[in-house]
């Protein structure tokens, strides 16, 4: 078999009268009627011709050219049958079926299917013959080839077995990337976790490795992953107060110490597998400020001096900021310390109700007049010490200048070590003025100004405005 692609688009590109490298029209003309001559006088010689590649004029004219040397020798011949092409797509795109008894029996199966339900199929299926061309096609069932080669076979430029072949091969890597991404996913469809057990005052328990299955039929594994973990408490998103309180009686606070630092909780947790597993730092921090306000979990401190805690609060909401110096204060601790600072704050004002004016004789707790949290634990704290003559300053009034950046750092701070040295004292009001200035050599434009406006507006500033 002789095969020359292309040789209507290579015969076209010949003007008639010039030379070029590969002769001219005439001469490749003449070419071919010695060929298509030479292959007439051999049986077995076949030389293939096709009629789509004309194009432009000069194309149909090559073409109708080589068709009168074609015709002189030609004779139809239909190169490839419906039942050849079976064998030539499937040793194109499968290996060899070693397994000779296995595809006979699928094949056998469907075959009995068809004659057990011979109302419901074509009266082909019914036919003896019907078996072995599922055998032949096979592991393509024939009604698929039928259809290409008999139906689609007459759409323009669809090739036979070439078309056939294209297209199934593109369906069959299709089915082989699917099957394979559902066998990777129902092989590895188990999450494996480490898991240990303790008890208080038992020690650990060895470590075992736990396994839970995951849908494999799941469309985004890992939503599927996320959510397996959630159900098993391997990833916790939320997490309420009392069970904190509960971490914390069970492994921090102890007889003698009543507070612990907030962020060796949350850093334990991340060490160790018999703790709770919680998604982040900011699960933790929400979990903190959801049991600021009641009294039955836990109580803050921004610190410890001298027996002493600094920035305490007890029941009241806040935000607490998860740094080294945050203490979580075991609830009876706190309410102790609590009606200790009461006691104190009671007692400095009875004293200065009896001395009258604005000078008094007060008798103050010792080092100053915040109690120690170990005194308040034992149900009182120090009096005493020395007796001075002291006005009683009853107003305060402080200024500060923010950095614009980092302002809302500033702030922070400025509330947990000022403003709540006053809100956590019983009858102290607290009041707050901010001030804003901003300027602008080359003005503000419109979008900026509306920006600001209604953002004060939401946040009800009680002047706000803009001048030239």
Known sequence: MILIDELVAYVRQ???????????FDSNLSFVQALTEALKAVPTAVLPESDKEAGSQRGVKALEALAHSFGRVQAPWKPVATEEAFEIVRRRLFASINDKLAMESVCRAFADFYIAHRDDFPQETQESRYFERLVHAYPIHPEVFDRLYEDWSTLDNFQRTRGVLKMMANASLEQAEETVRRMIRETYKWL?????????????SELRWEHFQVNPGAQNWSQEIERVLKENELLINEWAPIHLVKVLKDWFWKDDVKETSALNVWQQSCQQLYLP???????FQMTLAAGAESRDFFGFAQGKEDGRYVGFSYGKRTSP????????????AAAAYMEALRAAEE???????????????TSVPAGGGTPRAEDSTKGGYATGGTTRRQSVKKQFYGSIELDPFLAKKQFADLVDEVVQQFTMRPGVKVKIAIEIQAESATGFDDGLQRAVKENCNVLK????????
Do not use: H, Y
């Open 461 to 468: 500033f009680k002047n706000a405005e803009f001048e030239e």
């Open 321 to 332: 900021i998860l740094d080294s110096s945050l203490l979580l204060i075991e609830p009876f």
């Open 14 to 24: 010949f003007e008639e009268g010039k030379t070029l490298t590969g002769g001219t």
């Open 347 to 361: 007692a400095s004002r009875a004293k200065a109700a009896e001395a009258g004016g604005g000078a008094s004789t």
């Open 277 to 283: 597993r919680l998604k982040d730092d900011t699960v």
């Open 192 to 204: 494996v976790a480490p898991m240990q057990e303790a008890r208080p005052g038992k020690g650990l």
